[in-house]
């Protein structure tokens, strides 16, 4: 790919991303209130299917992640973007017209069955970027994702008041709409399709996969960091309730997301840059590393502001733990099976992602909030150990050998 066409995906991706991640958290927060204007009214029977309808879209996410993996590498990055994008807005789009909880639930499957717009971004970002620069590249796909995901609820917010929620759902799929037009006419792929000499299922493609070191490890740290953090946010709000005496708990409890997000935001293209020239493996290592230390203290502090803090650090770290997870899936992938490494690594995340929040609100409401940042500070620290007994070892190796090869040509 030419040097100025990379550059032009990766500008033309992050204006989508940070469409579809804004159209995406638009709607979750108001979910539960959009099954009472379907009749829920039982307050116990709309915590029950907010918790279904929540936990549906990643578990068919999960299933289908891949498949959709495989065939991107059959058909091309490009084509699996089109796909989901158009398949969305559609889907969320009919979830406007919903008329009870189970048409809700039913629908939040399909969408869940054809997501993935921002995996397969991640994919044909990776795959149509020089190497010496992926992860810059995911760096700032990361940061434009961070940044829809914190507009998203502001406006989602702002337009439930103006128009209700049947709305939102019209916007969104609009939205997500012009996302995909966006990748129709302007993102580029030079992708060249080659024929299999084996055909082989799903089992036998993860076993060759898992079986390239370290990849089921940079798996198995994928699903934990999901788990480990995810698990925390929905019940943040009630922490923040606990440390403040303010009435306007829904603001500074969105004040706590927001400012992680934005400390995200900031920190992902400069630890993209620094992964280019470390190594991925060293800023996960130490963006892992830094972000369980953050985690543990949270359990602790007395004050709103304290918390507030410490969350701005978290989010610092977590710039640059999943662009570099998925620069080192793009460089230890084996040859032509590229996007079925995302996809498996994806239904790792959607796995921990879905089984976060669960094991989350189940240890909170018998250890209490606090509990949480220690057990996801201890999972974190499991985290660092695996890395560094596992990958760095293997990426030092191969780092070393890329060089001893260089020398020889030289």
Not at 143 to 163: K, R, W, Y
Request: with cysteine; glycine share 10%.
């Amino acid at each position: 790919m030419q040097e100025g066409n990379w550059k032009r995906n990766l500008y033309i991706l992050m204006v989508c991303q940070f469409f579809v991640m804004a159209a995406m958290t638009m709607i979750i927060p108001f979910l539960p209130l959009y099954l009472q204007d379907l009749g829920v009214t039982d307050p116990q029977a709309v915590s029950r299917w907010a918790g279904f309808i929540f936990g549906a879209n990643f578990l068919s996410a999960f299933i289908f992640a891949p498949l959709w993996g495989r065939m991107a590498d059959r058909h091309g990055r490009k084509l699996m973007l089109l796909r989901s994008g158009f398949g969305m807005a559609i889907v969320i789009t009919l979830t406007g017209f919903a008329i009870g909880p189970w048409s809700l639930l039913f629908l939040r499957l399909l969408n869940g069955m054809i997501s993935g717009f921002i995996p397969a971004a991640i994919a044909l970002m990776s795959m149509s970027t020089p190497k010496k620069h992926v992860g810059y590249a995911l760096g700032m796909l990361q940061a434009g994702a961070v940044a829809g995901g914190i507009c998203g609820p502001l406006f989602g917010g702002i337009m439930a008041d103006l128009m209700g929620f049947r709305m939102i759902f019209y916007v969104t799929g609009a939205t997500i709409l012009v996302a995909a037009f966006g990748v129709l006419f302007f993102v580029k792929e030079n992708f060249e399709k080659k024929e299999e000499k084996v055909k082989t299922n799903t089992l036998q493609d993860f076993k060759k996969i898992a079986g390239t070191s370290p990849m089921l490890t940079l798996f198995t740290v994928f699903f934990i960091v999901q788990c480990a953090l995810i698990g925390i946010n929905p019940l943040l709000s009630l922490y923040v309730q606990e440390l403040t005496t303010s009435q306007n708990v829904a603001f500074y409890a969105g004040l706590v997301m927001s400012v992680m997000g934005f400390a995200n935001m900031s920190a992902s293209p400069f630890l993209g840059k620094l992964s280019d020239r470390k190594g991925a493996h060293f800023v996960l290592l130490i963006g892992l590393l830094f972000t369980a230390i953050i985690t543990l203290p949270q359990a602790f502090v007395q004050s709103y502001w304290q918390l507030l803090f410490l969350r701005f650090l978290l989010g610092l770290g977590l710039g640059g733990l999943l662009p570099s997870i998925n620069s080192l899936i793009r460089h230890l992938a084996p040859e032509g099976m590229e996007s079925r490494t995302y996809g498996f690594s994806n239904s790792f995340m959607y796995l921990g992602t879905m089984i976060g929040p669960i094991a989350g609100g189940w240890l909170a409401s018998f250890a209490g909030m606090r509990s949480l940042f220690i057990v996801s500070a201890i999972l974190l620290f499991v985290n660092v150990f695996l890395v560094k007994t596992r990958v760095i070892p293997v990426m030092n190796r191969k780092m070393a050998e890329s060089k001893r090869k260089k020398t020889v040509i030289s």
